[in-house]
């Protein structure tokens, strides 16, 4: 079936360090991709999306790449600040559902 | 300012009670989700409705019921029928049903068991 497996948090970084969130996805063709991120008493809110492979998501600062060969969507993001910490979660698109990871909580400390 | 309003932000239910969750959203969307969220897992599809006065279940809607008589408005329904109903609850709108399109969320409201 379709699923998302996001690597377990809470990730702890350093201000300044550079982020890798892993996301790896089951599904049966090419469904579209999602990272979503939850700060601190807020709702969910899209950070980006690539719709086919090798799309390129980005936004704030932070990419992901659509990587069909590796069934896989990694956040990244080069310099991390302590406004980045939050929850997130990697999605993919099923029968125009969501299938969500169980989100990954990022704490960066100054 | 658009955008979507869930109230309350808390919500206790008794045993056997029933409870209405609330959703309203001023984007002028016609797609409407509602979604579960418990500690360690990824958010659940409760129900979604993609035009007024019709609506779908999602994978766990069982002890759960909606209604979409306005486009802007999508209660939840928690019933006594729902034996866990204890987690906090998201909805969100989309423009329409082309998963494309951005879902929007509303800050949640938590739901507790006394």
């Known amino acids: 079936g379709n699923s998302v497996t996001q690597m377990e948090g809470p990730v702890t970084l350093s201000e300044e360090a550079f982020l890798t969130i892993n996301c790896t996805y089951t599904?049966?063709?090419?469904?579209?991709l999602f990272w979503y991120v939850q700060y601190p008493g807020e709702g969910l809110q899209l950070l980006l999306k690539a719709t086919k492979a090798d799309d390129k998501g980005s936004n704030k600062g932070f990419e992901a790449t659509y990587r069909k060969e590796t069934t896989s969507f990694h956040l990244e993001k080069g310099s991390v600040q302590v406004s980045d910490s939050a929850v997130y979660f990697c999605a993919l698109e099923r029968d125009y559902q969501l299938i969500w990871g169980a989100g990954t909580k990022l704490i960066i400390k100054p | 300012d658009g955008g979507i309003t869930q109230s309350p932000k808390y919500l206790f239910r008794k045993e056997g009670q029933n409870v209405t969750l609330s959703c309203e959203q001023n984007l002028n969307h016609d797609a409407m989700y509602w979604y579960r969220q418990d500690p360690g897992q990824g958010l659940r599809l409760i129900y979604y409705?993609?035009?007024?006065?019709?609506?779908q279940k999602g994978d766990i809607a069982e002890g759960y019921s909606v209604s979409r008589e306005k486009k802007e408005s999508f209660p939840l329904t928690v019933t006594s029928a729902q034996k866990n109903p204890t987690a906090f609850y998201l909805c969100?709108?989309?423009?329409?049903?082309?998963?494309?399109?951005?879902?929007?969320f509303g800050p949640g409201t938590r739901l507790l068991v006394l």
């Open positions: 599904a049966t063709g090419y469904p579209s």
């Open positions: 409705s993609q035009i007024v006065n019709d609506f």
């Open positions: 969100a709108s989309s423009r329409g049903q082309e998963i494309q399109e951005t879902q929007y």
